[in-house]
T-cell receptor, first 113, second 110 residues
Framework: GAGVSQSPRYKVAKRGQDVALRCDPI?????LFWYQQALGQGPEFLTY????????KSGLPSDRFFAERPEGSVSTLKIQRTQQEDSAVYLC???????????FGSGTRLTVV | QQPVQSPQAVILREGEDAVINCSSS?????VHWYRQKHGEAPVFLMI?????EQKGHEKISASFNEKKQQSSLYLTASQLSYSGTYFC???????????FGTGTLLAVQP
């Protein structure tokens, strides 16, 4: 597609529920990033893929967070047993190679109630 | 160590100029500038890779002082479309991740 597509656009989850957020990067983009953006804050790095390899997951806040990109294109961010502090916008970004000129998706706004 | 941006917020009249600063406590290898409108995705503006480099994008330019670990974004003759939150992102290293700054909210009024 023309841009980075994320779904769902909005997700409301009950505390303790598992959620899965999807990212469709721009076709051919090797690098894929997940960021978490709390209200009024800048995006914070979660994890980075180069093709299907997860090269950096240092930003994942806990072992409840898991990300995959099995075929080097679509990526899924999964959050298990959601907590209220997980409420945020989750942004996906992709680039042709590396972190230069990343294109961001519009994000998934997760609200945990 | 999140880069610190200043000012936190600025209100301009159309046609006025503004400067947004980004300071890091760590050595900078690259500085990326993004603009984000409310409820939308951050949009890439430019990247600076070398010390002292200046780049331009329409009426928006930026400088990068590697020694001072600072970057500044210059907006000249501001337009209504410039409104949004501006973030600097510092990059470098093997994983290409960006560490975003604290953000500067810019509002341009008619």
């Amino acid at each position: 597609g023309a841009g980075v597509s994320q779904s769902p656009r909005y997700k409301v989850a009950k505390r303790g529920q598992d959620v899965a957020l999807r990212c469709d990067p721009i076709s051919g983009h090797v690098s894929l990033f997940w960021y978490q953006q709390a209200l009024g804050q800048g995006p914070e790095f979660l994890t980075y893929f180069q093709n299907e390899a997860q090269l950096d997951k240092s930003g994942l806040p806990s072992d409840r967070f898991f990300a995959e990109r099995p075929e080097g294109s679509v990526s899924t961010l999964k959050i298990q047993r959601t907590q209220q502090e997980d409420s945020a916008v989750y942004l996906c970004a992709s680039s042709l190679d590396g972190g230069i000129n990343c294109t961001f998706g519009s994000g998934t706004r997760l609200t945990v109630v | 160590q999140q880069p610190v941006q200043s000012p936190q917020a600025v209100i301009l009249r159309e046609g006025e100029d503004a400067v947004i600063n980004c300071s890091s406590s760590k050595a900078l290898y690259s500085v990326h500038w993004y603009r984000q409108k409310h409820g939308e995705a951050p949009v890439f503006l430019m990247i600076l890779l070398k010390g002292g480099e200046q780049k331009g994008h329409e009426k928006i330019s930026a400088s990068f002082n590697e020694k001072k670990q600072q970057s500044s974004l210059y907006l000249t003759a501001s337009q209504l479309s410039y409104s949004g939150t501006y973030f600097c992102g510092t990059g470098g290293g093997a994983t290409n991740k960006l560490i975003f700054g604290t953000g500067t909210l810019l509002a341009v009024q008619p």
